[in-house]
DNA sequence: GATGAATGAGTATTCATTCAT
DNA sequence: CATGAATGAATACTCATTCAT
């Protein structure tokens, strides 16, 4: 009779969140942000229409609080407060985990990279005008610029070893569109990627450019 | 002042046709299919918003006209009456014409990319229920396995001289991915690609997998 | 310890009823009844919404009994129960009440004319179809009429003393214009009436009218 | 057969909107700006809802388009390249006039007076935000600043002949609110002013003032 | 062929009201 | 009594498509 207390509503509210940030998310991925309409979020997560509403402002607000939650979680996964350096463990570490990443979230991965192809959706959400994306209050540039620099300075230190033939700055380039290109095959490939190749192209990847 | 032959006015038609496909490609490939919009389209073309429906019976079908215009030009760049039997010299041009076609035709292979994304789409598209996606009147399908088979055959040869420790399917994995991510990279990167990487990157992808 | 009595009860009920129509009356006044919201309303009076279903059925009940408070109040300083002559003194007695109560309930006479402006909403209310508007359980309307025959009378008494070319209907007229001009220009006056033009107005008008 | 010049069809737009903003000022006017629905306001002008965004970009662009063509036309008829001298014979053509376009545009008032009562919308309208309101180019400040002006100093050269028992300010603000008086009371008079007493109460105004 | 006014189905969003707790 | 999550009907607005001229 009494009513809820104040934490239960909040625990109500992130659980309702989550489900319709599943729904949208699912919905986003599959047939893109502007086709997908409110209607059939909802529908799909199993709520009314308006009840959205109660938890996101906008579509637009849905879509960030969704590619937000997934951004933190994903970088919550690379150790921030490191040392800069990078060690040949520390690399094979860092691809297993991307393509384990890569698997875990394959319905963001094809939401994201659906955004940034469209310059304008991509600006309203990540521009100034909405929602700034962030993790954990720091900009997302910050850990992008960060795992860059932490590459390049891994495939400088290889060159001392391999020699003057050796391009650190080509060699990081084809080792990146590597795994890009895997990643976009694995985001297409329908269902599962077929036989043990996904373990194996991890593996050839790591031989090839650790 | 005689009045206009039947092909004078055919080729005014493809002339319009085009304008519009053009127009349209650019709105399809920056802001997306289902955002993009038909006035602005018109307006870009610089034509009547009914005008573009005598030459195409829906939105839809004037995206199927733009993939279909470029899928044909794409593969007719490819011999296709070819002896099905790929020589490392047909191997290096045919990366060449590759990344050459990347860059003609980097507004197309961003829309290609954003329509793949969204099945949907796809599927009204390249399923049966509307137009269906041909190349000079054959299936897309049969081009794709065509190349696949050279392709694959090509990787098979080169085991026979590289010795049993070389995996010829891993190979032929490595090698598309390397060349989708840097597909991938350069319809991301914003104008042109920075410095003579592009460049570079076809002789680094050629030096490694001819 | 001992539970409150009925009569407590009524008197919590009372406050918390005025509390709501107090923060409802300032929202109705000034962004109108349309456009004002429950929600909004509920957040000044510093409650929740459903607190407010508990005290008023609707929000036309609510609005219903805002005027009904401001009108059953106001109605209350004039005597009821006169014996229906006017002298001199009494006139300017009441010009001076109507002064002050235009002082005393700017939102309310705000919110009134913006809802007599609005045919619909007003019968509504008004209206036979929903809750009827009394004072102290008398039709509106008596009060009205009795006053205008009150102050009809007290025109055409002056009008023997003033001699044939005095039409009483139209310094009638003329007196509840200027007093209607006056109380538009106060209630649309931004904060206060600018200087002493509020004082000095009201004697100007007992001097011409009185 | 021909496509309808470009002259013709500014000619249907012209026509079309004003048709739209008759319908609107209509609703607008009778159950207020918020009340009033798209749906009906096209209903009533016999079109379709989406036509009125062919004309208008917003329902406050449309609300903003009627006050906009009220005002212009009702400025319009008084002479703004006056000497800036007002007359007694002026200032008499002048409240006659007044009162000609508050019978004309009876309907406008109302509208007006609803707007401006409610603060959000008002400034919305008048505000920076949208479209600002002006009359032929100039913002309407100007005029009511250039009226007030010289209606101060017509009074002032009352003072003058009349002695100094005549306070100007107190005579033009008993004048002012006696003709607001009048218009409001006009304003939500049913349909007509009853008998003759529009035309009356005008004359006794002009007596008393002039 | 060419134009753009006109339509109407569909979409995001709001908000009064209900109700389980 | 009190709360705010939940609903759904209603509303402003968009846009592919049609059609008279």
Redesign the interface.
Known sequence: MSPRTSQQFEEIREERKNLIMNAALDQFA???F??ATISQIAKQAGISKGLMYNYFRSKEELLAGIINRSLTEIYGHFDPDHDGYLTEDEFELFIRKVFDLLKQKRQFW?LL??I??????YENIFGATTVPLSVSGEPVTQFTESFTAQMADYFRRKQEVSGPGYDP??EM??F??????????FI?SDDLYPGD?FE??IE??IK?YR
Chains 1, 2, 3, 4 share one sequence.
């Open positions: 599959n047939v893109g502007h086709a094809k990279l659906g940034m192809l469209q310059r304008g959706v700055v080509m380039l084809m990146t569109n590597t795994v890009k290109g895997f990643a976009i095959t297409f190749y194996k192209t050839a990847i090839t």
